[in-house]
């Protein structure tokens, strides 16, 4: 089976967050298990042509593509993805996509994305491949369904291509003025109240692809139901629920070949669940780098996130003083919203032997906090998948979360389980979305680490647990045949 996988990021090429994740070993496991996979990611200037080994395709030269009017020259650069035969197919529009960032908050942000649904398309054609499935993203890849529909309508060639569309977050919806109708020549007629493309009076990228792909998915079970409500459809839960035979929920998987405490080659010190020396080593050095003292018997909770309301943290400031009096200490990685961010530097310029801050985006320190942490927080609202506390469960780094979406579908509170007589617990979690339920959720996870039995067995029974994306692939693939049966007889 042939598939199209289009997103705005992909490991290792460009990563904001976990759809880059997502996109750069999704492609792979996909392989692993059969099919024929390319991966479709714009060409941002931040990615590194020798060092990610980039060709020009000479042969497919310029291709010509309208957007708002003007025409622009679209190139192609092609790579393999590593550790695999995964054809990536890079869309270059220097225009467009040689920025400072990834997505921007420009003007013209909602033409970036005209350009690159219609240059996947463009690219297909002259790739002469036609996918059995285009496997769509995210609001930058939401027109795509649209466009083969109907735009792109008149091309048999993909006659037989079926759509997906994943909600990876549907707090970000693309949504962009009347205009953005002209500059990606969508009918006027799909603008209504209430219709296919409108929502709030905007144009929706993310709306239109839940209106025109055949099959919509997102990336845990309890995210796909809680979307059809109200508190966490963003709005667009009236229209999930007269599609609700068509969504789906899978639970993203987690390369264990990069997260992975045994392997890991961003760790000074390297362990498992059967030695976990190096854990505390680890933490030793993480806690050196930030100048806090270490002591064994004080817990040390790490957080790694963007800094946004979406992950909780607003209930998070609201009691940090009181958290600050627990004998604990906290890292935080973080960026995003100006508010939070200084808010973290402040508390750590307050409480300098308990907080350490470091704003920004860092790979490398994110997996050392992961090893080195003895807890790790996710108070988030909403949380789609959640890739943090899958990766803290390997790391025997036990996670304190809100019991929302992914988070709700891969840890199990151990108390809860206790009470049903099972020690299988593999975390902390709370319910209310509130300070006073993150507060206690924080007490009680800092009693189970001074209560060293428990904690281990915790520890171990996180470590146990194996996320890895074959499961979610084959997920996937059943999907992918069923969209293609259905989409033939219909
Ligand atoms: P989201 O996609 O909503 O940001 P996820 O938990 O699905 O949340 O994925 C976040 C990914 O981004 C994880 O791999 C996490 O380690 C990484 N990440 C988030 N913030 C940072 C940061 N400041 N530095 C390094 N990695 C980060």
Not at 39 to 56: A, N, Q, V
Not at 342 to 363: E, M
Not at 443 to 448: K, P, T
Request: with cysteine; glycine share 8%.
């Amino acid at each position: 089976m042939k598939i199209a996988f289009v997103s705005s990021e992909a490991v290792p090429y460009a990563k904001t967050g976990g759809l880059g994740d997502v996109a750069g070993v999704l492609p792979q496991a996909l392989e692993h298990i059969g099919c024929e996979v390319k991966l479709f990611i714009p060409k941002y200037s931040s990615i590194d042509e020798e060092k990610h080994d980039l060709h020009y395709c000479w042969e497919i030269g310029a291709i010509p593509i309208r957007v708002a009017n003007h025409t622009r020259p679209v190139y192609l650069h092609r790579a393999t993805l590593p550790n695999s035969t995964v054809e990536v197919i890079f869309i270059d529009c220097p225009h467009y996509f040689h920025r400072g960032t990834i997505y921007s908050n420009a003007p013209d942000e909602d033409e970036r994305y005209i350009l690159f649904n219609k240059g996947v398309i463009e690219a297909m054609q002259r790739l002469h491949w036609a996918p059995d499935v285009i496997h769509c993203n995210d609001w930058p890849t939401g027109l795509l369904p649209l466009y083969l529909k109907d735009n792109y309508s008149w091309d048999s060639m993909f006659d037989k291509t079926a759509t997906v569309f994943s909600i990876h977050n549907i707090g970000y919806q693309g949504k962009f003025s009347h205009a953005a109708l002209f500059k990606g020549e969508i009918k006027s007629e799909y603008f209504y109240p209430g219709g296919p493309v409108e929502f709030q009076n905007s144009v929706s990228f993310m709306k239109t692809a839940l209106s025109f792909s055949d099959v919509i998915t997102t990336v845990s079970k309890t995210y796909a139901h809680e979307i059809l409500t109200p508190e966490y459809g963003a709005g667009l839960d009236g229209i999930l629920r007269q599609r609700q035979n068509d969504l789906y929920g899978i639970l993203n998987g987690v390369d264990y070949s990069v997260w992975n405490p045994a392997v890991d080659r961003y760790l000074p010190f390297r362990y498992s669940h059967i030695d976990m020396a190096g854990k505390i080593k680890n933490k030793q050095f993480l806690l050196e780098h930030f100048n806090l003292p270490y002591n064994p018997d004080v817990p040390l909770i790490g957080i790694i996130s963007r800094l946004v309301n979406q992950k909780g943290f607003d209930i998070l400031a609201q009691t940090a003083e009181s958290l600050m009096q627990f004998n604990a200490q906290w890292i935080i990685l973080g960026n995003g919203e100006d508010n939070y961010e200084d808010f973290f530097v402040f508390l750590s310029q307050k409480y300098p032997y308990k907080v350490g801050a470091y704003i920004g985006f860092n790979n490398e320190l994110s997996h050392l906090i992961e090893a080195g942490s003895d807890l790790f927080l996710m108070p988030s609202k909403y949380e789609p998948c959640g890739l943090n506390q899958i990766y803290s469960l390997k790391y025997g780094t036990v996670p304190v979360v809100r019991k929302t979406g992914g988070l709700a579908d891969t840890v199990h509170d151990w108390d809860e389980y206790k009470s049903q007589g099972l020690d299988s617990g593999t975390g902390i979690t709370f319910n209310d979305y509130s300070s006073a339920a993150l507060y206690h959720s924080v007490q009680r996870a800092l009693h189970v680490f001074w209560n060293k039995p428990v904690y281990q067995k915790i520890q171990q029974n996180g470590m146990a647990k194996d996320f890895s994306w074959e499961r979610s692939a084959k997920e996937y693939l059943q999907i992918y045949k069923q969209t293609i049966k259905n989409t033939k007889s219909g």
